[in-house]
């Protein structure tokens, strides 16, 4: 059965398509470029499953695309249980869709506890134990995200790139080293309240390779855990 999944984030699309045991090389078109989505379809009909955080529009246009092209179209939602994992959310259905498959994702891959890094436009770090309970999470900027509101929101702050570094000595540095520390402190303050021995940490996202440089914990980085969750859930729906 040929399966496209679409990873519809903040900043970019994330398109994969899958067959059997074989999987295409994971396709990025930018959001802003969402009219070009059509060109991402196999020839042949196929079975669409989504995971869309970008909004209503895009939503929209996905549905149509797969209208032309004789597609079947099934937008995720997160579930209280499924494929293994629990979701004590308060209210279950308003965890994001991209947090949820990446929980699922992350659950087939450990079958323990762990942490769930997302490093896009936000971060997100996920909480789940050994029994598969998504015990919580955090929301925070991304890091160039930060750096963007410190520009945005401040008169003597401009946006540059910067560099790491302890203690920076200049101001574009210490704006990003900030960020980035940020960020690191937050992992580490919700691995520490995990307590869970030798946990790993699963990073993924844009800034997956440079958190993992500068976190001082068991991790490892996984390209892609919102396609590999779609794809768990598809095959375990058995849907068109």
Request: glycine share 10%.
């Amino acid at each position: 059965m040929l399966r496209l999944l679409i990873d519809a984030g903040n900043t970019n699309i994330k398109i994969q398509q899958v067959e059997g045991d074989w999987c295409q090389p994971v396709c990025v078109l930018p959001v802003n470029r969402a009219c070009e989505l059509e060109d991402y379809f196999p020839v042949s009909a196929c079975s669409v499953w989504v995971s869309n955080v970008a909004g209503s529009a895009l939503g929209e246009r996905i549905r149509a695309v797969c209208a032309a092209r004789g597609c079947t179209v099934t937008f995720i939602a997160s579930q209280a249980l499924q494929c293994g994992v629990q979701n004590t959310y308060t209210q279950p259905s308003s965890l994001g869709t991209d947090r949820w498959a990446s929980l699922i994702a992350a659950w087939a891959l450990q079958k323990r506890a762990c942490l769930v890094v997302g490093s896009g436009t936000a971060t997100t770090i996920d909480a789940l134990s050994d029994g598969g309970e998504f015990l919580g999470g955090l929301i925070l900027p991304g890091i160039a995200l930060m750096q963007q509101a410190l520009a945005g929101a401040t008169a003597q702050l401009q946006l540059a790139g910067g560099e790491y570094a302890a203690f920076p000595l200049t101001t574009a540095d210490a704006i990003f080293s900030g960020a980035l520390q940020a960020t690191c402190g937050a992992i580490g303050l919700q691995y520490a309240r995990l307590a869970a021995d030798d946990a790993p940490v699963l990073l993924c996202g844009g800034a997956a390779r440079l958190l993992s440089e500068h976190l001082n914990l068991p991790r490892q980085i996984q390209d892609n855990l919102v396609l590999q969750g779609l794809l768990i859930i598809a095959r375990e729906s058995g849907g068109a």
